[in-house]
């Protein structure tokens, strides 16, 4: 046999296994690399879940109090003075809707994108519901009027939006629980 065949060969001896080597240390090394990775995102997540946990409670509490805040019966008694009128008691309801969703439009942070979809809508709707009986009952009428229109119409309706959205609230707080 030629000599520099045996030189080849004897590289080969040597190198092959060293490669065999070189490789399975290399890919027991990126695995183990892997999972310390994914131990530390998940050591991670969990120290953010502590700390996060009770902002988010905190979060659906407000909201579950800003719809209770709104709700037109609650709203009502609020705002209601004696000498009002119907035209009054529309703005004021208006005014004091629309302060409380501002109070409270951090909270979209703490919450999915689909509870404040729904926290958002069942809003524009209470206004909605609120112009459109102020539509039937004249503006310089007493706001008596105004309160016992809205109670009939709530009283026609079985399930508001705000019904919804606080069974939403209820629905997405206790997956975290």
Not at 106 to 119: D, F, P, T
Not at 126 to 155: C, G, P, Y
């Amino acid at each position: 046999m030629p000599k520099w065949l045996e030189v080849i060969l004897e590289i080969i001896k040597v190198t092959v296994p060293a490669l065999v080597v070189f490789a399975t240390v290399y890919y027991l090394f990126k695995t183990f690399l892997e999972n310390q990775h994914k131990l530390q995102v998940l050591k991670m997540r969990k120290e953010n879940k502590s700390h996060s946990f009770p902002i988010k409670m905190q979060a659906y509490e407000r909201l579950m109090l800003f719809c209770e805040r709104i709700t037109l019966s609650n709203l009502m008694l609020r705002v209601r003075s004696e000498n009002q009128t119907a035209g009054g008691l529309r703005l004021a309801m208006m005014i004091a809707i629309q302060q409380e969703f501002e109070h409270n439009v951090s909270q979209q942070v703490y919450v999915s994108e689909e509870l404040w979809k729904i926290i958002t809508f069942a809003k524009n709707d209470t206004i909605n519901l609120v112009n459109i009986v102020a539509k039937t009952v004249d503006e310089n009428a007493s706001s008596q009027e105004l309160s016992k229109a809205i109670f009939n119409h709530l009283n026609e309706v079985k399930v508001t939006p705000l019904d919804k959205a606080r069974s939403a609230i209820v629905q997405e707080a206790s997956v975290y629980l």
